[in-house]
């Protein structure tokens, strides 16, 4: 996984705003940010580095295939 | 760096990652073990992406109920890093009403958040005289530069660092704050997370722009006497760099109105790590946690296709090294290959040891500061391509009629890496000056659009263009049946991104990609569906790298040479008689795709 985990979330919804690629979404009923499109992390962390209770976990594994442009 | 931050709970099983590496992808790029498929595909047509059996588009909003926004604006200015911040700051102080638009939030989209360094020349002590620096880049880039936009660097991006000081960039590793600060002192509004998809062209020139925000379903009509883009570059969201929320947009949809496009055929040739090929962190190396420093003189050859190069005649494993360490005869493919890329004498490394590479090459060679310990990927496998479908910075984008980087459409600005300035040419000469280099024509361009904006009447966007718009940026929401954009995208990337189609170029293998775009630009875009908002962004993305890969694929066709970062197996040496020129594109007024050459030393005009 990519962004894989977000644990004590406190709603502020900085990461749905901080992320380029927007996989993180905000739960209005549960006040809470999820998870939403993982297969478009680009793995950059600004997510966590801008959350304000460090409560994002991210892996350094795309959850699909990488294309290179030789291997 | 460990291999993963702070938890391993939800690592992918292997099963799972079987399920969809066999559903999607099929080229001989996939990073791991998967079997090759013959030169440039075929993609793997038939199977939906991401393991989903086939489905009908489940759409979860209801398109009918978008409503729609109007705002007007003297200054629109689209993009919200750098070059935008600038854009922005310089047209409110010259008397202009601004809106700033951003398909992310304020320092967080593009390129801005990972930049390091930022080039700062000290015109009272300088390292290297102005005349003595532009025959340098000029000797670097071989000629392609325009040593207008070289010079506006020496003589301007000082001034700029030091308001950035002033604002605290250069004291956290985040700039939202920093960005934030003039932005509130000015009280210029802020619209964040909107995917632009429309430029509006009457009477000869912009009068607005229009798209759809990510978190609500509203479509926004901007009215607007100017818009600078400062909407970056982009690339085919390959993986290992952070750039796969920019897919030129700003430059497609200004081609869309008749604008001329420039750069295509230029590559910027960013490898990644062979491990974690895919973390644009990993392969920052923790660069992406400092805090950004300022660069000084120091010229370079730097981030052209080399690499790719000995990969393509060696085979890998490749590793990043100095160029000089690539020769033709110690290659043992056997075959008979041509001399990689031309690099001028002076750049070359040869004969003493490894240059000073924590300055000169890879990742760090893009942002980086100086004198960096452990540079990205150095005594590492290298896998290519993270980078593909981005140019060299500033050698593409939008073709400047002058040195503002007003664009052929009147009223139309473009600054940083969405104008095609060629402030360094086709290759990178400069740590640091992508960053500064936005940041100066982002002020300049600012401040000419407040100007312009002046001297005339808003022209408001006709209703029956506005309800085309809308209809266009809602249809993929609306298609019961078609093709998942991240297929699209995936058939793109098998098709374009192989070091033997983008990189080491040959007329027959273009060709043959170029069969793939057209019936993906032709066919499957135009059919593309989207469930959601999310979805709906990477259709307009998707559509945008079509059209991208197309440009790439036929400038790269027209120029028969090779030089800087273009690379042709073909046609191997530089062609001064007829190649002292850049390739410029255009939609004709019969909607076809149009090609021509402009000399080194001549500004175009209006379109």
């Not at chain 1, 793995?43 to 959350?51: A, G, P, S, V, W």
């Not at chain 2, 595909?41 to 978008?66: C, I, L, Y």
């Not at chain 2, 098998?494 to 775009?517: C, D, G, H, W």
Request: aromatic share 8%; with cysteine; glycine share 10%.
């Amino acid at each position: 996984m990519p962004i894989s985990e977000i644990a004590g979330c406190i709603g502020c919804q900085t990461c749905v705003q901080t992320c380029p690629t927007d996989v993180i979404q905000f739960d209005f009923d549960k006040k809470k940010a999820y998870i939403a499109y993982p297969e478009d992390c680009q793995i950059c962390h600004l997510c966590r580095l801008y959350c304000p209770v460090d409560a994002i976990s991210i892996t350094p594994e795309k959850s699909i295939p990488v294309v290179v442009s030789w291997r | 760096m460990s291999d993963q931050i702070k938890s391993d709970k939800t690592k992918i099983s292997r099963r799972t990652f079987l399920g969809i590496a066999g559903a999607t992808l099929g080229a001989s790029a996939i990073a791991g073990n998967m079997p090759p498929m013959p030169a440039g595909g075929p993609p793997p047509m038939g199977h939906p992406p991401m393991g989903h059996p086939p489905q009908r588009n489940e759409t979860k909003v209801d398109a009918d109920s978008f409503k729609e926004e109007q705002l007007e604006a003297d200054v629109l200015v689209i993009g919200s890093g750098i070059a935008g911040l600038f854009a922005a700051v310089k047209a409110h102080d010259a008397g202009a009403k601004v809106v700033m638009v951003s398909k992310g939030r304020l320092g967080s989209s593009g390129l801005t958040p990972f930049g390091k360094g930022v080039f700062s020349y000290d015109k009272k002590n300088p390292k290297m005289q102005v005349d003595e620096y532009l025959a340098k880049v000029a000797e670097s880039s071989i000629g392609t530069n325009n040593p207008v936009f070289t010079r506006q660097l020496l003589e301007h991006s000082a001034d700029r660092v030091a308001e950035l000081k002033e604002w605290g960039f250069f004291d956290s590793a985040l700039c939202f704050e920093s960005f934030s600060k003039p932005m509130k002192e000015r009280k210029i509004p802020i619209i964040e997370r909107i995917m632009m998809t429309h430029l509006h062209k009457e009477q000869g020139r912009v009068v607005g722009a229009s798209g759809f925000s990510l978190d609500h379903n509203t479509i926004f009509n901007f009215s607007a006497k100017t818009v600078v883009l400062c909407t970056g570059s982009g690339g085919f969201k390959a993986n290992g760099f952070p750039l796969c929320d920019l897919t030129h947009d700003g430059t497609i949809m200004a081609y869309n109105i008749g604008a001329k496009v420039t750069g295509k055929e230029w590559n910027d040739g960013h490898p990644a790590s062979a491990k974690n090929s895919g973390s644009s962190y990993d392969n920052w190396h923790g660069q992406i946690e400092e805090k950004p420093s300022t660069t000084s003189e120091d010229i370079h050859h730097d981030l052209g296709v080399d690499l790719n190069y000995t990969a393509y005649t060696k085979g890998g494993p490749v590793s990043m090294g100095p160029p000089s360490d690539r020769s033709n005869s110690d290659n043992n493919s056997g075959a008979d290959f041509p001399s990689g890329p031309y690099i001028p004498e002076s750049f070359r490394h040869a004969g003493g040891p490894p240059p000073q590479q924590e300055e000169a090459t890879g990742l760090s060679a893009l942002f980086a500061k100086k004198k960096r310990q452990g540079p990205p990927n150095m005594g590492g496998e290298s896998v290519g391509g993270s980078t593909a479908g981005m140019a060299i910075h500033k050698s593409e984008g939008l073709v400047p009629i002058d040195e503002t980087g007003l664009s052929t459409i009147p009223g139309l600005w473009a600054s940083g890496d969405a104008l095609g300035s060629y402030m360094s040419g086709g290759i990178y000469t400069q740590v640091g000056s992508s960053m500064a280099g936005s940041a100066v024509q982002g002020a300049i361009a600012g401040e000419a659009a407040a100007k312009a904006s002046k001297t005339v009447t808003a022209i408001s966007i006709p209703k029956e263009k506005l309800t085309q718009t809308r209809d266009e940026i809602l249809a993929p929401l609306k298609r019961e049946t078609g093709y998942s954009p991240a297929w699209v995208t995936q058939t793109l990337q098998s098709t374009m991104i192989p070091n033997f189609v983008l990189y080491i170029k040959k007329e027959r293998m273009m060709q043959a990609a170029l069969a793939y775009i057209e019936e993906l630009k032709e066919h499957h875009g135009p059919m593309m569906m989207a469930s959601d908002r999310h979805h709906l962004r990477l259709a307009h993305e998707t559509m945008h790298m079509i059209i991208t890969a197309e440009m790439k694929l036929k400038a790269s066709m027209m120029r028969t040479e090779s030089r800087c970062s273009h690379y042709r197996l073909d046609y191997p040496g530089i062609d001064t008689e007829n190649w002292q020129a850049w390739i410029n594109i255009h939609k004709d007024e019969n909607g076809e795709m149009t090609l021509e050459k402009q000399h080194f030393d001549k500004w175009p005009e209006f379109a």
